[in-house]
């Protein structure tokens, strides 16, 4: 098996400090929340920003203030833009974060339109899948296609067979927005993508350690942080996503897997580097 990639997504966009008080939203807290995940073992960042008021935003500048900060206080992380930003957001505003120098690594591809938080729309049309995979692929970004049910692996690979996502393809299965965190959808989604693509998992809320577990166990990769869940357990908030980052090196290391370093995760990734 190879080993293990963890992912942090340290502060997402609807998230906030009512829900757990070490919410990042100021460039420094983001900074110091995405180096709480790296020194425990993260070696891909998903980033969001937020203005100091926490408010969700693709702006271009905000986007580059933070990842000069994470990238100088993380050596050689990987960084992974949010196309997604935050619901209802237009195409336009959503792709700035890919416009930031040097040209992130890898970024979010939303594939499929879907019901966020119960009553929000996030729309991802396929036209907009088609386009956000040219934008990526002319920016020479790897995609990690977000999939919130199984249809939305037919649409990723609808898109890819017309040119515009690369394979090998690096999918992240998001359980417990649409299609309920369970481990049979797990084994259902893993088992149903090109040989040769890898794969991540996110378990949202209280889904998200037995969901981190299964997927230590099935070989693929792990993510955790604020933007999915707030708890280390029932009642008790994480004091940051490094807490979190820590849990799955544990569960990792219980059950004999290594965690790679972004080296190694830019080699699973088939990143250039
Ligand atoms: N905030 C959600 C509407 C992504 O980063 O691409 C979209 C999201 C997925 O978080
Ligand atoms: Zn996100």
Redesign the pocket.
Known sequence: MEKLIITS?IC???VTKEHNPAVPYTAEETIQEAKSAYDAGASII?L?VRWDDGT?TQDKARFQAVADGIREACPGIILQV??????GMSDFERLQSTEILPVPEMA???CGTLN?GGN?I?INTDDTIDHFGDVLKERGIKPEC?VFDKGMIDLALKSAAKGHIDSPMHFNF?LGVQMAATIRDLVFMATSIPAGSTWTATGIGKGCWDIAAATIGMGGHVRVGF?DNVYMAKGVLAKSNGQMVERVVQLAGLMNRGIASPEEARRILGLAG
Do not use: I, N, Q
Request: one cysteine or more; charged letters at 25%.
């Open positions: 997504c997402g966009a609807e998903h969001h969700p949010s196309t997604g930003g935050a619901v979010s591809l939303d966020f929000d996030f977000e998001v933007e």
